[in-house]
């Protein structure tokens, strides 16, 4: 495979898991974003969809972000009746984020950002080595 093509390749799979993880840093600073009043709905938890998309130019395939989806799971209920947007029954809708979740996929991201990254050091190191050769 082509230096060159592996480093776009590997520059897409960044961009596209950089993406991700603003997305999953947003989810976490909303995570306690309640609604304002009873009937309204609170922070719902964003995804991100990604596709493989062929690139003509360098005849391979590389990722991008196909869509940002919101999770369409319940919200979880929490007992506040003083609250401004608790129910009759004193119930508020929590978001459906689960912190824990959010870190584990963040984490999931980190890690493939950083592999990208270690093939384009890599691909850089070889095309450096064989400019070096051909002197």
């Known amino acids: 495979m082509d230096l060159v093509k592996s480093i776009n390749i590997s520059a897409a799979g960044m ?10 840093s947003e989810n ?3 995570s306690d974003s309640l609604a304002e009043r009873p009937g309204e709905q ?8 990604f596709k493989n998309v062929l690139d003509r130019q ?5 990722v991008k972000i196909d869509k ?7 919200f979880p209920k929490k007992y506040e009746p003083s609250h401004p947007a608790a ?15 959010e870190m584990m996929d963040m984490r999931e991201a980190q890690r493939s950002y950083e592999a990208n990254l270690s093939v ?7 095309l450096m080595r064989t400019i070096d050769l051909l002197r």
């Open 58 to 62: 360098l005849n391979a395939n590389r």
């Open 87 to 101: 129910d009759a029954k004193g119930y508020i809708e929590m978001p459906n984020v689960k912190p824990l979740v």
């Open 42 to 49: 609170p922070y719902r938890r964003k995804l991100v969809a």
């Open 15 to 24: 961009q596209a898991q950089g993406t991700r993880l603003r997305v999953i």
């Open 28 to 30: 976490i600073a909303n």
């Open 68 to 74: 940002f989806l919101t999770d369409r799971g319940q």
């Open 120 to 126: 384009i050091e890599v691909s850089k190191r070889m």
